[in-house]
């Protein structure tokens, strides 16, 4: 089966090889030139944050909903409003539907998006997505016209069960959040690519640029990172390394690759080839 | 009431407005929302929403997260 967000995008006639080539990421209606989708926790200081953003090309960075405290200095709406970028606020640290929707709606009112990334999870330890509580959340803020982008699990039947409730886009971890354990089961990927007709974005796990780079290889439309960026020891080196990575990757999933073989293929031909006896 | 986890005296005719008073916050604040018990309270509704000895307050702003 092929996918109609996987095939070769256009490549625009001017193209001479250093230009941008036509391939723009879009949900629910939206274009983005970037693939990748910043999350800005983590990082030790606003200053470093807005260079690694910078350096990651990144349009769509994610931020959480917290108590404000009225000593801290410095405004993360403002350091991302300079940047350019789009908010995408999330629902991290929620355990409920209820608590995520509530949380939803307050970002909505704060940030003036219906854009959300749905997370409501299950445990401290693995903070792994609670299916059932998931759904509910989903359909309740789809419902209420959210964009809802899911934190799902690597579960090709629960991406469909999202999508069907009308999620804009679903996020499958590639291993579990912080790990950096990159990608865990490219198999299941890949059947998420094949299963749903909405952006996949690989959300979670990522540890440095190949991880990356494979995310883009098994078709995912865009990768989320942000801890592999923000406490890498430089994190605005590692926001470049992932910008060309999710580009690498975009572009030799686009450019469709050899099939493997048990046995090697010769490069040069055999035509002409001299005899020495 | 309970203004972010923490207690505090009401004052008669305390509003989300009055909290922000309190906290040394603008009401102008960009990336703001308010709930209480539970609700959202639109920033429109900041100056005439009456609070109580009950009520549990949240002022929530954009913190930095994956």
């Not at chain 1, 330890?125 to 809802?148: H, K, M, N, S, W």
């Not at chain 2, 309190?22 to 929302?33: H, K």
Request: a negative charge; charged letters at 20%; aromatic letters at 4%.
């Amino acid at each position: 089966m092929t996918d109609p967000t996987s095939a070769a995008p256009p490549i625009a006639a001017a193209h001479n090889g250093t230009g941008p080539i036509e391939d723009a990421l879009r949900i629910a209606g939206r274009k983005f030139q970037s693939r990748l989708l910043l999350g800005t926790g983590g990082f030790p200081s606003l200053e470093l944050l807005a260079e690694a953003i910078a350096h990651s090309g990144s349009q769509l960075v994610t931020v959480a909903l917290r108590r404000i405290d009225p000593a801290a200095r410095g405004s993360l709406v403002d350091v991302l409003s300079a940047a350019g970028v789009e908010l995408l606020p999330n629902t991290a640290g929620c355990f409920t539907a209820r608590d995520a929707v509530l949380t939803a709606k307050l970002a909505r009112e704060a940030f003036q998006t219906d854009w959300v990334k749905l997370e409501v999870i299950g445990d401290e330890d693995t903070l792994l997505p609670d299916a059932p509580e998931l759904l509910r959340a989903a359909e309740e803020l789809v419902d209420d016209g959210f964009v809802v982008l899911p934190y799902t699990t690597d579960d090709p039947i629960l991406a469909r069960r999202l999508v069907d409730i009308g999620c804009a886009a679903v996020m499958p971890l590639g291993s579990p959040i912080g790990s950096g354990m990159g990608i865990r089961n490219p198999y299941n990927i890949s059947l998420i690519r094949e299963a749903v007709r909405v952006p996949v974005v690989l959300d979670a796990g990522i540890g440095t640029a190949s991880d990356a780079a494979l995310a883009m290889e098994l078709g995912c439309d865009a990768v989320m990172a942000a801890s592999a960026i923000a406490r890498a020891q430089d994190p605005v080196r590692m926001a470049s390394a992932m910008r060309h990575a999710v580009q690498a990757g975009r572009l030799a999933r686009t450019a469709g690759r050899i099939p493997r073989r048990l046995y090697a293929t010769a490069s040069t031909p055999d035509e002409g080839l001299p005899d020495f006896s | 009431m309970i203004v972010n986890g923490q207690s505090a005296e009401i004052q008669p005719g305390e509003t989300v407005a009055s909290v922000f008073e309190r906290l040394g916050l603008s009401l102008a604040a960009r990336g703001v929302a308010v709930a209480v018990d539970g609700e959202v309270v639109p920033r429109a509704a900041w100056p005439s929403f009456t609070l109580d000895a009950d009520s549990h307050v949240e002022v929530l702003t954009a913190m930095q997260g994956g």
